[in-house]
């Protein structure tokens, strides 16, 4: 059972930053915030993780809120590339153990 | 290079068949999954190996049948194949608290 919530679909124009929010208001506290994307049928893609401290890598950038209850992955200049389905996910499960539950993501269509 | 790969890409099969799929991974990953991805695009986990080792069952019916020979494989075996197991399986790796590296998944379909 996911334990996220994002919405089902989001628009951005080409160039803009694409920011996919994501409510996770019963994390706990040693769980970890995951994103990855599906880009049509291929296998799914790491993008970024964090815990409680902002995060920022090649890809996005990861905004988690003080009461990490949600979150924001932002994609700083989307491309046609970009379009895919993004999951949240909270990590759960010790090391070597954990399990990502992917939800039903958030469809994100990058328009020209 | 490839990390992560799957054989085959498609399998068309007849139900009560018996099937396996492959996976390997050249990334020097400890830990292997097979995720099964349904019609509605539910990605569900099924398993998980740790050096060999199983450690995550979820609830999946005991016709499939995982095996890891090693590190670097995890085959996925299914027996008395049924109509219900058309779906696309994706194998992933990942070295212990890290990201999960997917391979390009096999889609099977039962006739």
């Known amino acids: 059972d996911a334990k996220t919530t994002q919405p089902p679909s989001m628009d951005c124009a080409e160039g803009r930053a694409a920011n996919l929010p994501c409510n996770h208001s019963?994390?706990?506290?040693?769980?970890?915030v995951y994103w990855y994307r599906q880009i049509h049928s291929q296998g799914p893609q790491y993008i970024i993780h964090?815990?409680?401290n902002n995060e920022t890598n090649e890809m996005a950038s990861l905004i988690i809120t003080e009461d990490r209850k949600s979150s924001t992955l932002i994609l700083p200049h989307a491309t046609l590339r970009d379009t895919a389905v993004y999951y949240c996910?909270?990590?759960?499960?010790?090391?070597?153990?954990?399990?990502?539950?992917f939800g039903t993501g958030t469809r994100l269509t990058i328009i020209p | 290079d490839t990390a992560v790969s799957q054989t085959p890409k498609y399998l068309v099969t007849q139900m009560g068949n018996d099937k396996s799929i492959k996976c390997e991974q050249n990334?020097?990953?400890?830990?292997m999954y097979w995720y099964k991805q349904d019609s509605k695009k539910f990605l569900k986990i099924m398993f998980s190996?740790?050096?060999?080792?199983?450690?995550i069952n979820e609830t999946v019916p005991n016709r499939f049948s995982p095996k890891s020979p090693d590190k670097a494989h995890l085959n996925l075996h299914i027996n008395s194949l049924e109509l219900g197991d058309s779906a696309v399986y994706f194998c992933?790796?990942?070295?212990?608290?890290?990201?999960?590296?997917f391979g390009p998944g096999t889609r099977l379909t039962v006739t």
């Open positions: 990334l020097g990953h400890d830990t």
């Open positions: 992933a790796s990942s070295r212990r608290t890290n990201e999960q590296y």
């Open positions: 019963t994390i706990s506290g040693n769980e970890y």
């Open positions: 190996y740790n050096n060999k080792e199983l450690i």
């Open positions: 996910i909270v990590r759960v499960g010790d090391f070597g153990n954990e399990k990502l539950t």
């Open positions: 964090g815990l409680k």
